[in-house]
Nanobody, 121 residues
Framework: QVQLVESGGGLVQAGGSLRLSCAASGSIFSINAMGWYRQAPGKQRELVATISSLGTTNYADSVKGRFTIARDNAKNTVLLQMNSLKPEDTADYYC???????????????WGQGTQVTVSS
């Protein structure tokens, strides 16, 4: 099995910064894309940012220029640096990884347990 463990959430004032980290462990042959999604109360989960195994990034329009995603393929980790945070960034943030557990097996979507980010005004 594969586990994704997130860390780095918390409470911050508007304009502040937080850095989220996610480490993938377990039976991992290779990881395709990794990313971050978020879900605010009463809303659907939405994409924040993704990064491919080659480093190609994709961001939601709402976070472009403020958030930066990066990954360390050797350590199977993905980071999300969040700057200039706004109250509307308040949500539970979930790490995602598309993982192949052995040669010849299909890629499977895995999720972390989520970490809460609260931005006060």
């Amino acid at each position: 099995q594969v586990q994704l463990v997130e860390s780095g959430g918390g409470l911050v004032q508007a304009g502040g910064s937080l850095r989220l980290s996610c480490a993938a462990s377990g039976s991992i042959f290779s990881i395709n894309a990794m990313g971050w999604y978020r879900q605010a109360p009463g809303k659907q989960r939405e994409l924040v940012a993704t990064i491919s195994s080659l480093g190609t990034t994709n961001y939601a329009d709402s976070v472009k220029g403020r958030f930066t995603i990066a990954r360390d393929n050797a350590k199977n980790t993905v980071l999300l640096q969040m700057n200039s945070l706004k109250p509307e960034d308040t949500a539970d943030y979930y790490c995602n990884a598309i993982v192949k557990i052995r040669f010849g097996s299909p890629y499977v979507n895995y999720w972390g347990q989520g970490t809460q980010v609260t931005v006060s005004s």
